[in-house]
């Protein structure tokens, strides 16, 4: 009965963090489009969470990877081994949520596999993480995925400007935000195909560890219905404070680059997520944003903004992964059983409401003072 409760809790997290990774990632897919006047605020969140939850049907390559190729399932099988996948949820919601409240665009995807990896290191050691999948299908194509992106819509731009270098800039305008529509779709259902899966592969992970379902096991539908509830929902909540930091902080942002660095964006995802990499929707419409920046003019990058986004992407998988261990070792002071993820559940719960409860007062002081002016 207590390990069952202990799996409520870690699916009950699992989503939470899905939800998590819906609003903090919802700039990756709608700011470009809102800052350039494309779609309004609420269509495009709206047509962008409708498509988060479309795209998490369409594959589950990379739920395998978060299942199997991170950390060893036989590894996380014992006694506590939920706890094990508690504290590693624990440490990516925390870090999302840290990088929410300072505005930051930094990797949920990252997060989750810091996490993760944290707390099973605190746990069995180094034998319990999966080295060549750590290595080959996450920490290589983090490195790769956002320079792809920023080369593609760098070429994409440059050959924009060239084709439309001699017509009136207010019909070519209007027919790049009308591309948006279509780029920024393709991109909404990339993020869901890539981001939705990862939960789905820890809640696999969670239920293959408390002997649920047997070894290697691919996500129950219910899963994949829920995840993919849980970030369309998210998605539709949207993180505004990231959405301007992606959408008008980064450069200030024409219909044509926006077009380019979302469909850089969704080539780039959509790639990955057929060979099941486990990549950071961030990096790569962050990478995606710079490059059509840079393709314009070097100047038009604002890199001090940029400079604070990349420290947040370096920081992400040891800060989450820390986080995790440190919540991990905090659970076993309670034993293996589900005392110390229900204590420090009600923790957290405490501290998020106090945190959006002072983050919605700011907001409405700012708001007020910008009407006043």
């Known amino acids: 009965m207590d390990l069952h409760l202990i799996l409520v809790i870690v699916v009950v997290s699992a989503l939470a963090f899905d939800f998590t990774n819906g609003f903090h990632d919802t700039a990756n897919v709608v700011a470009t489009s809102i800052s350039t006047g494309a779609a309004s605020p609420k269509a495009a969140i709206a047509f962008a969470a409708i498509l988060n939850f479309v795209g998490a049907f369409i594959s589950i390559e990379v739920?395998?990877?978060?299942?199997?190729?991170?950390?060893d399932q036989g590894a996380i099988s014992g006694p506590g081994?939920?706890?094990?996948?508690?504290?590693?949820l624990v440490g990516a919601i925390t870090?999302?949520?840290?990088?929410?409240?300072?505005?930051?665009p930094s990797s949920s995807s990252h997060a989750l596999i810091g996490g993760i990896v944290g707390a099973a290191l605190a746990d069995s050691g180094t034998q319990a993480i999966e080295t060549a999948g750590l290595v080959g299908k996450v920490l290589i194509p983090a490195v790769v995925a956002p320079i792809l992106a920023f080369i593609v819509a760098a070429l994409a731009i440059g050959l924009s400007y060239r084709v439309v270098a001699r017509l009136r800039p207010?019909?070519?305008?209007?027919?790049?935000?009308?591309?948006?529509i279509a780029s920024g779709g393709l991109l909404a259902l990339a993020h869901g195909t890539n981001d939705a899966q990862k939960t789905m592969g820890v809640i696999t992970l969670a239920l293959i560890a408390d002997g649920v379902?047997?070894?290697?096991?691919?996500?129950?539908?219910?899963?994949?219905?829920?995840?993919?509830?849980?970030?369309?929902?998210?998605?539709?909540?949207?993180?505004?404070?990231?959405?301007k930091t992606t959408g008008m902080r980064i450069i200030k942002m024409d219909p044509a680059q926006g077009f380019s660095s979302q469909g850089a964006g969704a080539a780039v995802i959509m790639a990955s997520s057929h060979f099941g990499f486990p990549l950071s929707t961030t990096h790569v419409i962050n990478g995606g944003v710079m490059g059509s920046g840079v393709a314009k003019r070097v100047s038009a990058v604002r890199w001090g903004v940029a400079g604070n986004i990349v420290t947040a992407w370096v920081l992400t998988l040891p800060a989450a992964a820390l986080i995790g261990a440190a919540t991990f070792g905090v659970t076993q002071l309670f034993g293996n059983g589900a005392v110390g993820p229900v204590i420090i559940s009600a923790i957290a719960i405490v501290l998020?409401?106090?945190a959006f409860i002072r983050r919605s007062r700011q907001t409405e002081v700012v708001d007020v003072q910008a009407e006043g002016v």
């Open 63 to 71: 739920a395998a990877t978060i299942a199997s190729d991170v950390v």
């Open 95 to 104: 870090w999302n949520l840290i990088t929410w409240y300072f505005g930051l």
């Open 170 to 180: 207010g019909p070519v305008n209007r027919g790049y935000r009308l591309g948006q």
């Open 81 to 88: 081994s939920l706890n094990v996948v508690f504290a590693g």
């Open 352 to 354: 998020i409401v106090i």
């Open 213 to 243: 379902l047997p070894t290697g096991s691919d996500p129950p539908f219910w899963v994949i219905v829920t995840s993919a509830t849980a970030i369309a929902l998210g998605t539709y909540s949207g993180g505004w404070r990231i959405i």
